[in-house]
């Protein structure tokens, strides 16, 4: 069958998705091409519309308006702001705020250690982290990370690197299952997981 170019081109861009494997994106493309009540333009425009008014927050990395950034969670004054919550990635802020049991700042890594990634410490926002520290009169980093290996990895790394800051580091509390991610916990346990913190040593 002759490649159709237009459409190779789709099936490569709904690939580079996280979760979504040639299959899917295949079946993702033809779907879209197959449709007739006009969703290729309004997710499109969606697209568009998202790429143009939508970023990460400059000083917490969560997802914000362009027309609003700092954030609302960085600039709310009823937060805790001498507490900054370091989550892997925005979606983690997201899922943490619907829990209700956080009411401190936040800060996204924008991924973790990872060997086999080519991760190290230079990739994620640690630097960035630091500077908020004495900027923002920190006194407690909670760490929030998942319990999988890489994610073990970062915590330990970033309480060696914050040990020597005058901080207080605290992990959330181990409710989230082994193996598993914040963004695939519930909010009842994400909220016991906080508020169950306990200070690394």
């Known amino acids: 069958m002759k490649h159709l170019i237009p459409l190779d081109n789709l099936i490569a861009a709904l ?13 993702m493309a033809l779907a879209l091409v197959e ?20 970023v990460c927050c400059s000083r917490c990395g969560s997802v914000t308006l362009a027309a609003e950034n700092p954030c609302e969670l960085c600039v709310r004054p009823r937060r805790d702001s001498h507490m900054i919550c370091v989550v892997e990635h925005p979606g983690d802020i997201i899922k943490i705020e619907e829990s209700g049991g956080y009411q401190g700042r936040y ?16 990739d994620l926002r640690v630097d960035t982290l630091l500077k ?44 989230l299952p082994a193996g598993s991610a914040i963004e695939y916990s519930d909010a009842t346990t994400l909220a016991r997981a906080i508020s169950g913190r306990q200070e690394m040593n």
């Open 15 to 27: 690939s580079r998705l996280p979760g979504i494997g040639k299959r899917t994106a295949e079946r």
């Open 35 to 54: 449709d007739s009540s006009g969703l290729p333009r309004i997710l499109a425009h969606a697209l568009l519309e998202a790429d143009e008014g939508v």
């Open 107 to 122: 800060h996204a890594l924008m991924g973790k250690l990872s060997a086999m990634q080519g991760k190290g410490a230079a």
């Open 132 to 175: 908020r520290l004495p900027d923002e009169k920190i006194s407690e980093v909670v760490i929030a990370l998942g319990t999988d290996v890489e994610s073990d990895a970062t915590a330990s790394y970033l309480r060696e690197v914050l040990s020597t800051r005058g901080v207080k580091v605290s992990r959330i509390a181990f409710g």
